[in-house]
């Protein structure tokens, strides 16, 4: 079910998709997953299959009966391009994107490697944004797969971020989120991981937005970085709320 979501950098949430499985050290401590484990308990029809990869076919149009503008987080409880999602669904949701201009959309996956595959088998319009997840340097190979996808605005998000990343390759990239940890057994972040991050982005004038430092109580740990808070957007781009 779509709903306004409290993540810091989008408005709503939109999951045609809902389960995932885990594929590196980020997926350790997922909290999509606890979530799907908590709903599933609670006899939530949607999550009758808990984590495992579902297809929620009523929700593919969802976003066109919402009239006003958002910034759509898509699939925070999935990865649209799990193996487990077929081509035809990606495209059914790609179709629905493509029909709703006055929307921004935000895709994130770790799959880069199938995001790269199909990318000329989708229509990216102007309002789909892709991303790739990063959580340490040896995972920054991803980002040579998302150079290859030809939307109109791509985005690392370095979150969560477990390891120290010294260099980054941000030709063609418009924004980079970076996070720590939250929530049970959450891995602790470095100040200095975060600075290098803001500082190459500075360097290559490429927005930069701390997203949180994370911990068991992230409200209590808060997102301010050297005095300030980090809020920066695609520099063409106003949120919407």
Same mark, same amino acid.
């Given at each position: 079910?779509?709903? /306004?979501?409290?993540? *810091?950098?989008?408005?709503a /949430?939109?999951?045609?998709?809902? !389960?995932?499985?885990?594929i590196?050290?980020?997926?350790?401590?997922?909290?999509?997953?606890?979530?799907?484990?908590?709903?599933?308990?609670?006899?939530? *029809?949607?999550?009758?299959?808990?984590?495992?990869? &579902?297809?929620? #076919?009523?929700l593919?149009? %969802?976003?066109?009966?919402? /009239?006003?503008?958002?910034?759509?987080?898509?699939?925070?409880?999935?990865?649209?391009? #799990?193996?487990?999602?077929?081509?035809?669904?990606i495209?059914?949701?790609?179709? &629905?994107?493509?029909?709703?201009?006055?929307? &921004?959309?935000?895709?994130?996956?770790?799959?880069?490697h199938?995001?790269?595959?199909?990318?000329?088998?989708?229509?990216?319009?102007?309002?789909?944004?892709? !991303?790739?997840?990063?959580? !340490? %340097?040896?995972f /920054?190979?991803?980002?040579?797969?998302?150079?290859?996808?030809?939307? #109109?605005?791509?985005?690392?998000?370095?979150?969560?971020?477990?390891?120290?990343?010294?260099?980054?390759?941000?030709e063609?990239?418009d924004?980079?989120?970076?996070g720590? *940890?939250? !929530?049970?057994?959450?891995?602790?972040?470095?100040? *200095?991981?975060?600075?290098?991050?803001?500082?190459?982005?500075?360097?290559? #004038?490429?927005?930069?937005?701390?997203?949180?430092?994370?911990? &068991?109580?992230?409200t209590?740990?808060?997102?301010?970085?050297?005095?300030?808070?980090?809020?920066?957007?695609?520099?063409?781009?106003?949120?919407?709320?």
């Amino acid at each position: 079910m779509a709903q /306004t979501s409290s993540i *810091e950098w989008t408005d709503a /949430t939109w999951n045609p998709v809902t !389960g995932c499985s885990k594929i590196s050290p980020g997926c350790k401590n997922c909290y999509a997953e606890r979530m799907a484990k908590r709903l599933h308990s609670m006899g939530q *029809e949607r999550y009758r299959n808990c984590f495992q990869v &579902t297809l929620q #076919h009523d929700l593919i149009s %969802q976003p066109q009966k919402w /009239t006003k503008p958002k910034t759509i987080f898509v699939n925070s409880m999935s990865d649209l391009f #799990h193996r487990n999602v077929p081509l035809s669904f990606i495209q059914e949701i790609f179709k &629905t994107m493509n029909q709703t201009p006055w929307h &921004t959309y935000q895709i994130l996956t770790k799959r880069a490697h199938r995001l790269e595959q199909i990318a000329n088998k989708v229509e990216w319009s102007k309002n789909i944004w892709v !991303g790739v997840s990063v959580e !340490g %340097q040896d995972f /920054t190979d991803r980002i040579h797969n998302l150079h290859n996808v030809p939307a #109109h605005v791509r985005f690392i998000s370095i979150e969560t971020l477990v390891s120290a990343i010294n260099s980054l390759s941000l030709e063609g990239i418009d924004w980079v989120i970076v996070g720590g *940890e939250s !929530g049970p057994h959450s891995r602790p972040i470095k100040p *200095e991981w975060v600075r290098t991050i803001r500082d190459i982005c500075l360097q290559k #004038h490429v927005p930069f937005f701390f997203k949180q430092w994370g911990g &068991t109580r992230k409200t209590q740990t808060g997102r301010i970085l050297d005095g300030k808070k980090w809020d920066q957007f695609p520099n063409h781009y106003k949120k919407k709320i």
